[in-house]
């Protein structure tokens, strides 16, 4: 069985070989590491390996590999479906969110966020497939949005993430990429001091790569299938 070690090491080089093939500058694209679904002890062995940046997606599986891993200096992502009722422990545990798709939430994140703790950092994620049951602030609604989270004291905007529709077709995966790069340089122009596109999984990642991502979220290449959820 491959190591968790050198899944690493093959994620980390399909990374640079996807930077290297559009010209962009090696270490330009970060790996977020989504452990939902895994024990500690396997984040454990991918920290050993040097990963520092995780990514869960279920509160209530997120907060207890918190409360196991806090002697390790882990930056902590949570990338899942927000209820309001939720916000709290997100806004006093985590590091990053890059699943806010309404104003409300943000509201709830800022107000929430403990004094003392730097702000909450934050993307906005965005429908980018047009399918209703996505997750996602619809694209004609992301400036409000962006406009609106700017001004909160305890978030600090970052960019936009997207799940892209499941297609192994590397036209259609670049194609919805690129409506989110559209959005990301059109908030630029207007002023928004963004640095972060989060967008790209274990299957498109080189899709996401070549059109701009800065940040790969990646987890069944790194720690393998995941089981099926019932
Ligand atoms: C599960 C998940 C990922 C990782 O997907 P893989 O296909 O396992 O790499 C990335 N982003 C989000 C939002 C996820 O929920």
Excluded at 104 to 126: E, F, H, M, T
Excluded at 132 to 139: I, T, V
Excluded at 192 to 218: I, K, N, P, Q, Y
């Amino acid at each position: 069985m491959e190591t968790i070690a050198s899944a690493l090491e093959s994620v980390k080089r399909r990374i640079a070989a996807a930077e290297a093939d559009c010209g962009r500058p090696a270490g330009s694209v970060s790996l977020l590491a989504v452990s939902k679904t895994h024990g500690p002890e396997t984040l454990r062995a991918a920290y050993a390996a040097g990963q520092r940046a995780f990514g869960e997606n279920y509160l209530q599986e997120a907060l207890a590999k918190i409360d196991a891993l806090a002697d390790l200096s882990i930056e902590w992502h949570f990338i899942g479906p927000i209820q309001s009722n939720k916000t709290k422990p997100i806004a006093e545990r985590f590091a990053w969110v890059h699943s806010v798709e309404r104003e409300k939430i943000a509201d709830r994140l800022s107000a929430q966020r403990p004094p003392g703790l730097p702000p909450l950092q934050v993307c906005l994620q965005v429908n980018v497939s047009g399918e209703a049951s996505k997750s996602g602030a619809q694209p004609d609604d992301v400036l409000a949005l962006a406009v609106h989270v700017a001004g909160l004291p305890n978030l600090r905007l970052r960019g936009l993430m997207a799940i892209p529709k499941d297609t192994d077709d590397a036209a259609e995966q670049r194609a919805q990429f690129r409506i989110l790069r559209g959005l990301f340089d059109g908030l630029k122009q207007r002023g928004f001091a963004l640095d972060t596109l989060s967008m790209g999984m274990s299957h498109d990642l080189e899709a996401a790569v070549a059109e701009g991502a800065t940040l790969v979220r990646v987890g069944t290449a790194i720690f393998g299938a995941r089981p099926k959820k019932a």
